[in-house]
């Protein structure tokens, strides 16, 4: 007996929303001088590795990894002075913990964020089918819109708002009254994304008792361990139990628990290397501001973004990854990132390198 396949509509089966969707694309650094992913360029000391291998030589890889991490959560509570009266939810990544949250939300939920912002905000309120609100910044120094949240808070009153602090790609922290009226207006959940927290000094893990609807997420990826995939949210226990029931068991697996909690057991040599970046960022902003036709912005993170002459940035952009420099070119999102382009802050040689090119760019 013979049998003859139908044909198979992929447009049949996915949802127009994810058929709509473009990929997101990660660019191939390999050969390059890699500053466009905001990675902390420092690597590890010979004898952190060998105590970090040391502690991993009796993992149970056999066994599921603790479905609660309490280990890890426990040192995060502690190394940054979290108030036991919140919970904290660890995530593959930060995005996971978005992913969880716009998850959770009914199908005709509204989520806000300011726009320009991180990118994953949108891709997956979009994937999920949600109405997704961008409210531009101010064009002069990229601040929050306050009028024009307000009015959208009091129009749809969305479900979530990110605000992103300091934030991606623009650098800033937002002006915290501004912050504030906003937690206060909002009537669903406030999530600021403290991602980049280790070089900006600044945070509102401290202001989480003085509001029932606000959540602080983190990442370690920052900070220099990337490669192992950890965020976590902050927030009261009510708020976090939900979030948990969708949470995927056993999400951290034993490798990331270990590591990540060895690693903020020797916190200090990773504020050592923080303090080697923001160093290295002042002088690399003041270096971009000598340039003719260069306007960088002030950054509170460990990236610059900068205005290149109208209608060069691709170009520019093309020319330093020929040299052997990969940076972001943001000018095709259009809007306020027309004609930038975005660096991270790398090693000292790296940035000298950076500067070399973009000079004989221009």
Request: hydrophobic content about 45%; glycine content about 4%; overall charge negative.
């Amino acid at each position: 007996m013979s049998f003859k396949c139908r044909p198979f509509e992929v447009n049949s089966i996915f949802r127009k929303e994810v058929l709509a969707m473009s990929a997101y694309k990660v660019a191939d650094a390999q050969g390059l001088i890699k500053l466009d992913a905001m990675e902390n360029p420092y690597n590890w000391p010979e004898d952190l590795k060998l105590a970090w291998l040391s502690t991993l030589k009796d993992c149970p890889l056999n066994r599921y990894p603790d479905p609660t991490a309490l280990e890890l959560t426990q040192t995060i509570k502690r190394v940054y002075h979290i108030n036991d009266q919140f919970d904290v939810m660890l995530g593959n990544g930060s995005d996971e913990i978005i992913q969880l949250l716009l998850m959770a939300l009914p199908s005709n939920a509204s989520v806000m964020a300011p726009a320009p912002g991180f990118v994953m905000y949108k891709q997956l309120s979009d994937c999920l089918g949600l109405n997704y609100l961008s409210i531009p910044l101010k064009a002069d120094d990229f601040d929050l819109d306050l009028p024009a949240m307000l009015a959208t808070i009091k129009q749809h009153q969305p479900s979530v708002i990110f605000l992103a602090y300091p934030n991606n790609p623009t650098g800033n922290l937002f002006t915290k009254s501004a912050m504030h009226e906003i937690i206060t207006a909002a009537q669903g959940l406030v999530v600021i994304d403290e991602a980049y927290a280790p070089f900006a000094d600044a945070s509102f893990v401290d202001v989480l008792p003085e509001y029932d609807n606000l959540l602080v997420m983190r990442t370690v990826s920052k900070l220099g361990l990337a490669g192992l995939r950890l965020g976590y949210v902050i927030g009261r226990p009510e708020i976090i139990e939900q979030l948990n029931k969708i949470r995927l068991p056993y999400n951290i697996n034993s490798l990331t628990q270990l590591s990540v909690n060895f690693a903020l057991c020797n916190l200090e040599i990773f504020d050592q290397q923080t303090q080697k970046i923001c160093q290295e960022r002042s002088l690399m902003f003041n270096q971009l501001n000598t340039l003719t036709g260069i306007t960088a912005y002030n950054s509170a993170a460990n990236f610059i973004l900068f205005k290149t002459p109208n209608n060069q940035a691709t170009r520019i952009f093309l020319a330093i990854k020929q040299q052997g420099i990969l940076i972001k070119d943001m000018s095709p999102q259009g809007g306020l990132l027309s004609d930038c382009l975005r660096v991270t802050i790398g090693k000292p040689e790296e940035n000298k390198a950076f500067i070399n090119a973009l000079k004989n760019s221009l």
